[in-house]
Nanobody
Framework: QVQLVESGGGLVQPGGSLRLSCAAS????????MSWYRQAPGKERELVAI????????NYATSVKGRFTISRDNAKNTVYLQMNSLKPEDTAVYYC?????????WGQGTQVTVSS
């Protein structure tokens, strides 16, 4: 049974930082591309960042480029999202996702709220 469990969300002031983690189990983690998505109230889920199986390649949404960093530790079956210079518009539920040849798994999400 595949499980993706996100953690690290919370309330932070504008300009602050958070580090999200997603621990995976029940799959061969190093075979999967990993990504972070987010969904704000009333909006569609959007891709935030993606990282290749080995971690050698990454890509980011324009809105977070230069502020967010995705990374992974295949020995720990964990993917991270370091979020710096947070803005109120980054407020959303953040989901991690594992994808391999069209098969996609999702975590349950973690809330990130950026507010003063």
């Amino acid at each position: 049974q595949v499980q993706l469990v996100e953690s690290g969300g919370g309330l932070v002031q504008p300009g602050g930082s958070l580090r999200l983690s997603c621990a995976a189990s029940g799959l061969t983690f190093s075979s999967y591309a990993m990504s972070w998505y987010r969904q704000a109230p009333g909006k569609e889920r959007e891709l935030v960042a993606i990282i290749t199986r080995t971690g050698g390649g990454t890509n980011y949404a324009t809105s977070v480029k230069g502020r967010f960093t995705i990374s992974r530790d295949n020995a720990k079956n964990t993917v991270y999202l370091q979020m710096n210079s947070l803005k109120p518009e980054d407020t959303a539920v953040y989901y991690c996702s594992a994808e391999l040849f069209g098969t996609r798994y999702w975590g349950q999400g973690t809330q990130v709220t950026v507010s003063s």
